[in-house]
Each structure stands twice: as C-alpha cells, then as structure tokens.
C-alpha cells in the first residue's frame, strides 16, 4: 500500500466571498471527514490538486499533510466544478479507515511476450489499463501483475480471471484485459478453404437449377 503525500492547510470557515478570494490566489476550500471523526476545514493549493486528479490518478491513496502534520490517510470522495470554467471550487476528502474497505482504481501491468505473438504470428492489444477494486486499505495491490508469456493466438482474458488476493472486484466481470488476434497466416489459411469453395458452389448452382427443369419439360410431353 503507497500513499501520495498531499500537502493542506487548515482553514477557518467564512462567507463565499473569503472562498472565493481563497480560489483567486489559487487555494482550492476543502473538507476532510470520517465515520467517527469530526470534519475538517483545509485548503490545498490547485497546482497540487491537478496532480492528484489527473488521468488514472483518481483513487489514489493520500497521506494529508495538514500544517506540516501527516498521518492523515485518505481518498478524493467528491468534487464540485464551476459550471462555466469547469475549475473545481470545492473537494471532500474521506478519511480511510483501517478495518474500512475503500474503492480503488489500480493499474495493470502486463509483462512477458505472449507465445501467441511471439511464434504465432498474433497481435496483442491491451484495452483495460486500470480496475476498480474495493479492499481494506492494507490490502490494497500497488498494482495488478499478470504474465502473458504463456498466452497462445486468439485469447480474449477477461477480469474474472485475475487474482486480486483479499481485495474485490468492483469492475465488470467481462471487462477484457487484453486480447491476442490471429496472425495474418493463420486467418488467410483459414479463409482460403472457404475462397475454393466458392467457386465450386457457384458452378454447381446452374446444374442444380438445370434438374428443377427438367421434371416441367416432362409434364408438357405428357
């Protein structure tokens, strides 16, 4: 488990108008709070926080560093934005709590040449990078290995496969990991069976017509 250091600063609550000049020099009005504990005013600087928020970082654990003061484990639980600047005016932070699962957003690394690229012939395309996994904050993976070395053509791996210890999954069952497409020699191998017949079908499709006639022509005879 790997905790992001956030530095805060605590604040006295005042009117919107204190926010807002607190928001003009670039300090962002937060709240920290917890099941038990009494809430806390902070501001953390905008600069910081676009770090925290950034793409795939939005789960992170956070150590709040509250006037020089650590040991303050927390999440991002909520956010406000200004509905015509899209900057955030307002964050809540939870506090974690030990014997408390949380929601995460974890990475996946994949490692290895999978077999099916590497003597196959395949393509491997990676198309989840991150899961959503709920756990005690202990048991919180830094990120989620898997070895695809052994990974033959034409796999589709699915996140119901993957072993999370004690954490859960909170990310569809079926959402795929990675997929290994065939090589372009086996699907033109298995395309060419088809290519040759055809033309085999299209030549027997007159004469099998041809056969319905006949039965007719005979009838007129009659």
């Known amino acids: ?35 038990g504990s009494e809430s806390v005013s902070i501001s953390i600087l905008e600069k910081d926080l676009e770090n925290v928020l950034a793409p795939g970082k939005r789960y992170t654990l956070l150590d709040l560093v509250i006037d020089g003061k650590g040991g303050n484990p927390a999440i991002v639980y909520q956010y406000q934005k200004n509905n015509i600047s899209q900057k955030i005016i307002h964050i809540d932070f939870l506090k974690i709590e030990e014997n408390t699962p949380v929601a995460v957003r974890v990475p996946i690394r994949l490692s290895g040449i999978p077999i099916g690229v590497k003597n196959q012939g395949g393509s491997l395309s990676q198309e989840s990078h991150y899961l959503k996994l709920s756990a005690k904050p202990a048991d919180i993976p830094t990120s989620i290995e898997l070895d695809i070395s052994e990974m033959p053509n034409n796999t589709t791996y699915y996140a119901e496969k993957l072993d999370l210890g ?40 007159p004469a099998a017509a041809a056969k319905k006639e006949e039965p007719k022509k005979d009838a007129k005879k009659k």
Not at 8 to 32: E, F, L, Q, W
Not at 176 to 197: D, H, L, M, N, Q
Request: proline content about 5%.
């Open 166 to 205: 004690k954490a859960s999954l909170l990310s569809p069952k079926r959402a795929v990991i990675f997929t290994i497409s065939k090589g372009r020699e086996e699907a033109e191998a298995a395309a060419t069976p088809a290519a040759a017949a055809a033309p085999a079908a299209a030549a027997a499709a």
């Open 1 to 35: 488990m790997q905790f992001t250091t956030l530095n805060a600063k605590s604040r006295t609550i005042g009117s919107s108008r204190d926010c807002s000049r607190a928001r003009k020099v670039g300090n962002i009005p937060a709240t920290y709070y917890g099941k």
